[in-house]
């Protein structure tokens, strides 16, 4: 399906270096891409909304998180290949289109449509593939029916499972304490009690048709693509094995990228499936993590219809950090939105001190775990000094304004 419209990107001097960014699976910074620039495109694959409840602020903190590590990229002077899809079929679209009486495939369609708008506001690149799980099911039932060939899916009943302890690796994207795996797969969307597994931890990979649902008619008879295989069969068909990183939130690390990692190195024989496994904290409202099932949401298209300028909601976002769990209070839009203003009037200004020490620090706070509020402290700087007025001994440059915002659009992607 369609993706949105890409966002323009100045060309900056010189390059920037490969970023550094936590890894889950090792619990530490990792510079990604381990490779030079010769070597291909830097390959990503973010998971996507399942849409509906589109685009809260929680979305698009992640979303950003990810737009950073890409322009931190194509400023060291990589290609990147990005693919994110949409779970445009899965129990809980399924769910909320039952409650409110709707259609879930307008649903699905109307809330990825202001997903897109909303990306597009943020100034969020786009991916170069941006894939439904429903156009994918011939792409899911392969890996499945490949799966089952190697012994590594069974039947329970008409559905089909992955057997986990097929992955030699099981547990090493996530890190998460093996006591916790069975409550935390049951929070979410797993079914550790259901009779007839091999091990609790097994997930669905095709659910036969239940009554009232969607379905398609497959080789594995009728039914729908589990959520994890989704996302695998995705990556693997758009980008390959052995991406630079996988991103999401960090409620993605298990059981989701878990085993979508498990089943793509099961079934390709290649690992591992990502070299890095990025993942963003979660966006709060009133001590609760910001989340559908709360309904707690602030919406991305709600501020922009009250007329906030999406540059000060990106910038809301960007003054923390992508790893942080975080609380959203309207304060921080007004925090924002006098930054906004106050570097819009440094940057109008017909010359100012040179900006390639600031360029230097952007790009450095950028190569550091993404540090995008230090890197807001560095052109704070700048535009302090900007304003206050040149100091006896400052050289002014009259290109330094233009440079000071070409460099915040690329690295942070804040048009001034
Ligand atoms: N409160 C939040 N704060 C930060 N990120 C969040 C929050 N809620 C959801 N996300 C992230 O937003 C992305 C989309 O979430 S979602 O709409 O529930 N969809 C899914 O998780 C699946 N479609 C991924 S394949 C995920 O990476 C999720 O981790
Ligand atoms: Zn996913």
């Not at 499936?273 to 991305?300: C, I, P, Q, W």
Request: aromatic share 8%; net charge negative; charged share 25%.
């Amino acid at each position: 399906m369609d993706a949105w419209p890409t966002t323009h990107l100045p060309k900056l001097p010189g390059l920037g270096a490969s970023p550094r960014v936590f890894d889950t699976s090792t619990g530490g910074l990792v510079a990604t891409p381990a490779r030079p620039a010769a070597d291909g495109p830097a390959r990503i694959y973010v998971c996507g909304i399942t849409p509906y409840d589109a685009t809260h602020l929680g979305h698009a903190a992640t979303y950003l998180a990810f737009d950073l590590v890409q322009r931190a990229w194509l400023d060291a002077g990589y290609d990147v290949r990005y693919v994110q899809n949409v779970t445009d079929v899965d129990d809980p679209l399924l769910e909320r289109a039952e409650r409110d009486q709707d259609d879930w495939q307008v649903l699905a369609m109307r809330e990825t449509a202001l997903f897109r708008e909303d990306m597009t506001a943020l100034r969020i690149l786009p991916p170069y593939r941006y894939i439904g799980a429903v156009e994918s099911i011939d792409l899911v039932v392969a890996l499945v029916q490949r799966l089952i060939e190697q012994g590594a899916a069974y039947r329970v009943d008409e559905d089909v499972y992955f057997d986990v302890h097929a992955e030699p690796d099981f547990g090493s994207v996530s890190n998460l304490d093996p006591a916790l795996r069975e409550k935390i797969f049951g929070e979410r969307g797993g079914d550790p009690d259901r009779p007839g597994k091999r091990h609790p931890l097994d997930c669905l990979l095709w659910q036969a048709e239940r009554p009232g649902e969607p379905s398609w008619e497959t080789p594995l008879g009728r039914g729908r693509p589990g959520w994890h295989i989704e996302c695998a069969a995705i990556a693997l068909e758009y980008l390959g094995a052995g991406i630079d990183v996988q991103g999401g939130g960090s409620d993605l690390s298990f059981p989701h990228h878990e085993m979508g990692a498990a089943e793509a190195q099961v079934v390709t024989g290649e690992r591992p499936f990502a070299y890095t496994y990025v993942h963003a904290g979660m966006v709060g409202l009133d001590g609760e993590k910001m989340s559908k099932s709360r309904g707690n949401l602030v919406f991305v298209s709600k501020l922009r219809a009250e007329g906030h300028d999406p540059m000060a909601i990106r910038l809301a976002l960007l003054a923390h950090h992508y790893r942080a769990d975080w609380e959203w209070h309207a304060e921080d839009l007004e925090r924002a939105e006098a930054r906004l203003a106050r570097w819009r009037e440094a940057v109008s200004r017909p010359d100012a001190p040179s900006a390639d020490p600031l360029l230097a620090e952007l790009r450095e706070r950028l190569a550091d775990d993404l540090d995008a509020p230090g890197a807001l402290a560095a052109m704070d700087r700048w535009a302090d000094a900007v304003l206050a007025g040149p100091a006896a001994d400052a050289v002014a440059d009259p290109g330094a304004p233009g440079l000071a915002s070409r460099a915040l659009d690329a690295l942070l992607g804040v048009a001034l």
